[in-house]
């Protein structure tokens, strides 16, 4: 891997190459998905304390994706350039102030306000974490915890759909904000400082090498493909459950349940890369799954009867969930790999996310146009299926123009 010398030359005086940095770092990640997921369910109460209208609402849940959409990629130049542990450390100060901002909000303003810090804190967290994890890990372990590293999201999202909706919305905000703040002394004290000697290149030069490079933007698209996908499924499963007759709770647990599995493929995937999977293999066995999964749940399903539609559809949305995990991790992974040097790690991570957001942003939009198009969630599997073939050829074409990837 390009750069992986960089871990020999840490400073003493904090958590230099070990395991143990590298799962700081990952908590540190999953604080920081908690802003992101804490709204969703928070949204009813919220919007009845603050006299919000359901545009305002919808605008305050894509507000971070529009945050990623637009500056993933300065603020991956951002963190080759300033170094990052201080990406880090920044990323969790905005999360931690855009948090506290919030929870002082008598106002639809200050409180839009708050999301776009905290879109700008989680891109910096996001996109510097996994770069600390490679740089700090024991050589033999990285793809482990990278693995690991891709289970915050499913992780902060259950946690989120279980915990966000019973409690006060400002009692949750605080609790957010506590969490990101805590995270931030602790990376602050124990991570080692970065190396010197990395932030040579000016940022027009490190942008144009990770573009020339075209591995990092190939895989990113992969990325956009997968968000797309499960984003759209999950994002409306609650809707789902409503129109099921499943009561709230119980739709908090289902989709919590959902979210969670999601970190079973992205583990399954550290071990597997540990192990000398080829990422290319992974990718199509994901997507295959998911478009196959996605056609059982809302193809198949709704033919079934009433006494199986349900349990079949939940099922098939698990499968699709726990093996479609497999991509965020791979993903990451490959955007190390393809790198094309240790001054541009961040820049291509920042790629990454910035079309993981587009993905986000893009994927609940198409699916209910559909829905909405066709008067039933039964055509769902169209979308997906159209993209799963999709990835599915990209990850070919990656295979066979990145072949930096296929090693470890």
């Not at 079934?304 to 991790?329: K, W």
Request: hydrophobic residues 55%; glycine residues 14%; charged residues 10%.
């Amino acid at each position: 891997m390009v750069g992986a010398s960089t871990s020999t030359r840490v400073p003493a005086g904090g958590l230099g190459a070990g395991t143990g940095a590298a799962l700081l770092v990952i908590l540190a990640g999953m604080a920081g998905a908690l802003h992101v997921w804490k709204l969703a369910p928070a949204l009813p109460a919220l919007s009845a304390d603050l006299g919000l209208s359901l545009v305002q609402g919808g605008l305050l849940l894509s507000v971070v994706q529009v945050a990623g959409m637009l500056l993933g990629v300065p603020v991956g130049l951002a963190g080759d350039r300033i170094g990052l542990r201080r990406g880090l450390l920044l990323g969790l100060t905005l999360l931690t102030a855009g948090s506290a901002v919030g929870l002082g909000s008598v106002g639809y303003l200050p409180l839009l306000g708050s999301r776009v810090l905290e879109g700008v804190g989680f891109m910096l967290v996001s996109i510097c974490a996994p770069a600390l994890i490679r740089r700090t890990a024991p050589p033999g372990r990285v793809s482990l915890l990278t693995g690991v590293w891709g289970c915050h999201i499913p992780l902060a999202a259950a946690l989120s759909l279980l915990l966000g909706g019973q409690l006060e919305w400002r009692t949750w905000w605080g609790a957010a904000a506590v969490c990101s703040g805590v995270m931030a002394v602790a990376a602050a004290a124990l991570l080692a400082a970065d190396p010197p000697g990395v932030r040579s290149r000016g940022a027009t030069d490190r942008l144009r090498a990770t573009l020339q490079a075209r591995g990092p933007l190939l895989v990113a698209l992969l990325f956009l493909l997968y968000t797309a996908q499960w984003n759209g499924v999950v994002q409306f499963l609650p809707t789902m459950y409503a129109d099921g007759g499943v009561d709230p709770s119980g739709a908090a647990a289902l989709g919590a349940l959902v979210a969670g599995v999601n970190a079973v493929g992205n583990l399954g995937a550290g071990a597997a890369l540990h192990h000398g999977a080829r990422p290319p293999v992974l990718w199509c066995t994901s997507f295959a799954v998911m478009g196959l999964s996605a056609a059982v749940a809302f193809g198949v399903a709704p033919h079934l009867g009433p006494d199986l539609e349900f349990g079949v559809r939940y099922g098939a949305v698990l499968v699709f969930s726990a093996v479609g995990g497999m991509v965020p991790t791979t993903v990451v992974a490959g955007l190390l790999r393809t790198a094309p040097g240790p001054a541009t790690i961040a820049t291509s991570l920042g790629l990454g996310q910035q079309l993981n957001a587009l993905g986000q942003f893009a994927g609940p939009p198409a699916v209910a146009a559909v829905a909405q198009a066709t008067g039933t969630w039964d055509h769902t599997w169209a979308v997906t299926v159209a993209l799963a073939v999709c990835g599915i050829a990209l990850a070919t074409r990656v295979a066979r123009s990145a072949p930096s990837i296929l090693r470890g």
